[in-house]
């Protein structure tokens, strides 16, 4: 009978409705009949991370900071040349082990990451362990060197998972063996010193070596030698000159310009690639102290 007269009342002030709203005055006129409710109030315990658009996500699951990559032109035996690509990767977070690391290669357009961020699908190479000596980074070597490539790295543990990819860009290829040769006529060095005087002549590719003195010396020494691009013996043979102070008592070497035997190399006939290296090393030696210096450089044989 109390109840039925609480009814009574609170239909009568249904009017003013408590704070709660009128769920909680539904809820209020069940319980009061002995009804129950199948209303429940549950708690949001996740924290939102600005790095974590997902607040359901685990802050122990790993979070990878964003990938950077390194490639380089590998020469090998017999032209068996490769590409090496290097990735590089780190936490934002340190997250708890055991700890899954793998690495994907493949075509940038082609290699895909599944939906759910734990799959890849049409990759060429897998790594499913970084390197031994460099466990932040993984390393594939692809025989195609000049192949840009997608690679995705994907880290787990029981908390979660994060995965990052990266394009990389082909290396340059190594320069060849003529890099930086420089045409005929030229000079090399500074003549008013020490130079190379490269001139033409017909076919002819013609080379001097040059030494110039403002001070009596006591010594002068220089030579001028060629070799092929890889280093071997050149087309015309090693040359030098040398003088000392001569006489009782000694007569010093005037000052002047002294010059090497002229040597030429016929574009017609030298075909060991397409440029020879020319050096000349001269040395000084008097009131004025002890002086040397060595010039080099790869000229065109056209």
Same mark, same amino acid.
């Given at each position: ?11 009568? @002030? ?42 359901? &996500? ?11 990559? &390194? @490639? ?39 290699? @895909? ?5 734990? @799959? /890849?699908?049409?990759?060429?190479? %897998? ?16 025989? %195609? ?36 040769? /420089? ?9 008013? %010193? ?22 009596? %010396? ?42 090497t035997e002229l040597h030429s190399v016929n574009s017609d006939t030298y075909n060991e690639n397409a440029c020879i290296g020319i050096s000349s090393y001269q040395v000084l ?18």
């Amino acid at each position: 009978m109390k109840q039925v007269a609480a009814l009574i009342l609170l239909l009568a @002030t249904s009017f003013c409705k408590p704070p709660g709203g009128s769920e909680d005055l539904s809820a209020l006129l069940i319980s009061l009949a002995g009804g129950s409710s199948n209303k429940t109030t549950t708690k949001n315990d996740d924290v939102s991370d600005p790095e974590n658009p997902n607040p359901s &996500q685990s802050p122990f699951r790993p979070i990878l900071n964003d990938l950077a990559v &390194q @490639t380089a032109y590998v020469t090998g035996a017999g032209g068996d040349d490769r590409q090496r690509v290097t990735v590089t990767f780190s936490f934002q977070n340190v997250p708890p082990g055991p700890l899954t690391l793998k690495a994907y290669l493949g075509r940038p357009n082609v290699i @895909t990451l599944s939906a759910d961020g734990t @799959t /890849v699908q049409n990759y060429i190479q %897998e790594r499913l362990n970084p390197d031994p000596m460099f466990p932040n980074e993984f390393t594939f070597l692809s025989p %195609e060197t000049t192949q840009p490539y997608r690679i995705f790295v994907l880290a787990s543990n029981s908390f979660g998972k994060s995965a990052k990819s990266i394009l990389s860009t082909a290396p340059a290829p190594p320069a060849g063996p003529c890099a930086n040769a /420089v045409s005929a006529p030229t000079t090399i060095g500074n003549c008013a %010193e020490h130079c190379i005087q490269v001139t033409t002549n017909g076919n002819l590719i013609e080379f001097r070596g040059s030494v110039t003195t403002v001070n009596a %010396e006591e010594y002068l020494y220089m030579d001028l030698s060629s070799s092929t691009p890889s280093g071997g013996t050149g087309p015309f043979p090693f040359s030098y000159i040398e003088l000392f102070s001569a006489g009782e008592p000694p007569v010093s070497i005037a000052p002047g310009t002294y010059t090497t035997e002229l040597h030429s190399v016929n574009s017609d006939t030298y075909n060991e690639n397409a440029c020879i290296g020319i050096s000349s090393y001269q040395v000084l030696d008097g009131a004025g102290g002890f002086k040397d210096s060595y010039l080099f450089k790869k000229v065109i044989i056209p």
